[in-house]
């Protein structure tokens, strides 16, 4: 190691820095609508239930492996666990790429609707302006779809650039409270609206007759991708946090925040669906275009003050999402400086251009080209974008995510996880003997599960 390695300059900076991570698309975008896929609350009840089983323990896990081995997740595994655990680790960096590539096209959107809202905003909207027909024409303009995904990378490696210190946690520090500023606002608003109640009722009151058993499996999919789980982001994060901050209360508060925003923002979006006669009908099979399509005409239609706050959200969707593509080629670039020598500025153009290159093909799969937005590898998944993301989130999160189980589990000694969890800074409500039970049996059982189930069911939980 030729450069002296960053580190985060108190513990509440790393943990915005990892909520930053974890708080993104998944918490915005994807949970609002795989819970009205799956009927609220239970699926609710459910999710929770994996993220404390599940979520939590392996979030420890990868920050213990990171700190302790104070090196990028290919190293960590190498180093402290076996030099064949070395492709666990490559394995992380490979779908780090492969998020990064296909995240910055859909993060691209955000920009797009910031300009949109903007104009509508001013210049007054017309109803129907974001139809799924207009939709349909703005992701098909290839060029365009290109263009917003590179603005967002160049964001991305400019933060990644100046490094862990200046770059990542100061970035974060500033965006976080704002992002979290914008959402209790528009929380207020929405509360006052008149489907709110209905609303509260759908995602908190459990109806287990309306539980299929996909709904499991998806609940624990989602754990992983929104806790920035499997590929190594964490152990990375983990390997610059100070010996003085404790991993079991960073984890802790990082899944927590995590988890309270996606369900405020799961509140929101809902409130505003159930108030509007009709829509909660007729959002029907659409559910994945509910922060596109449905949300742009209801701000200026139904949200008090959405004139405001159409513009200042999309503001909030691009920022979860930068803070997220940020600790996806940090995963990269640690790589790329601790094992390639490179230094940080080479290692982050490196990374870089070689995400660029997926995201090329991804901006041009939403029917810019009909070659890349048609095949399917994966049945119902067309195209480039939706099969790296199905290869991503249902198979490689999950399988990176049990070797970290098994590494850290059974292959590190009780002695080095209890030396890296216990100390004067550990919390004292932290049971151990549950920990290791939990990374031991309950964790991989779980992702074994979904991992089984993918095979033999073929069921699609991303
Ligand atoms: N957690 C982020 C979200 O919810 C996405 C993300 C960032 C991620 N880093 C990751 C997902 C690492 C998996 C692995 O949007």
């Known amino acids: 190691m030729n450069q002296p390695r960053g580190q985060w300059s108190s513990r509440l900076g790393f943990i915005i820095a990892a909520a930053g991570s974890a708080i993104g698309l998944g918490n915005l975008w994807k949970f609002p609508y795989i819970t009205f ?13 994996c993220v404390l089983m599940v979520g939590l323990p392996i979030m420890i896990g990868e920050l213990l492996l990171g700190r302790k081995s104070q090196l990028n997740a290919a190293g960590a595994f190498a180093h402290t666990i076996g030099p064949k655990w070395v492709h666990a680790g490559r394995l992380g960096v490979l779908t780090g790429l492969i998020i990064l590539g296909y995240y910055t096209v859909i993060a691209g959107w ?6 949109k809202c903007l104009t509508w905003s001013f210049a007054g909207y017309t109803p129907g302006l974001s139809s799924p027909e207009a939709f349909g024409a703005f992701v098909s303009n290839g060029p365009l779809q290109f263009t917003l995904s590179m603005l967002f990378m160049g964001a991305t490696v400019a933060v990644i650039m100046k490094g ?18 914008i959402l209790l606002l528009m929380l207020f608003n929405a509360l006052r609206m008149t489907g709110a109640g209905e609303a509260l009722r759908f995602i908190f ?20 991708f929104t806790l920035s789980l499997g590929m190594g982001a964490m152990i990375t994060y983990g390997s610059y946090l100070r010996r003085e901050d404790s991993v079991v209360y960073s984890a802790l508060a990082v899944v927590a925040l995590d988890t309270i925003i996606a369900l405020l923002a799961t509140v929101i979006m809902f409130c505003v669906i159930f108030s509007v006669p009709g829509l909660k009908e ?8 509910m922060l596109f399509i ?10 008090p003050m959405g004139r405001v706050l159409a513009p200042l959200f999309y503001i909030l969707v691009g920022f979860a999402a930068l803070t997220s593509t940020i600790s996806m ?12 020598g490179m230094t940080r500025r080479n290692a982050t153009l490196a990374g870089g251009a070689s995400a660029v290159t997926i995201s090329i093909f991804c901006a041009m799969s939403l029917g810019a080209v009909g070659g890349l937005s048609s095949f399917e590898i994966f049945p119902g998944k067309a195209g480039v974008l939706d099969t790296l993301d199905h290869l991503a989130s249902n198979w490689l999160l999950p399988i990176g995510g049990f070797l970290l189980t098994i590494a850290v589990g059974w292959f590190m000694s009780r002695e080095d996880t209890y030396g890296e969890l216990i100390d004067q800074y550990t919390p004292n409500w932290f049971h151990y003997g549950m920990w290791r039970f939990f990374m031991r049996v309950v964790a991989p059982i779980a992702v074994g599960s979904i991992i089984g189930f993918v095979i033999f069911a073929g069921t699609d939980f991303s």
């Open 329 to 340: 080629l940090e995963v990269i670039v640690s790589w790329l400086i601790d094992e390639r």
């Open 37 to 49: 896929e799956n009927h609220g609350g239970a699926f609710v009840l459910v999710y929770l239930v």
């Open 164 to 181: 862990v210190g200046h770059g990542i946690e100061k970035l974060t520090r500033t965006l976080m409270p704002i992002l979290i500023g």
């Open 282 to 289: 007729s959002i029907g099979k659409s559910t994945v275009g």
């Open 205 to 224: 009151i459990p109806n287990f007759a309306e539980l299929e058993a996909s709904s499991i499996l998806e609940a624990l999919g989602h754990a992983f």
């Open 110 to 115: 955000s920009l797009y609707y910031v300009a």
């Open 294 to 303: 449905t949300l742009p005409e209801q701000f200026y239609t139904a949200l």
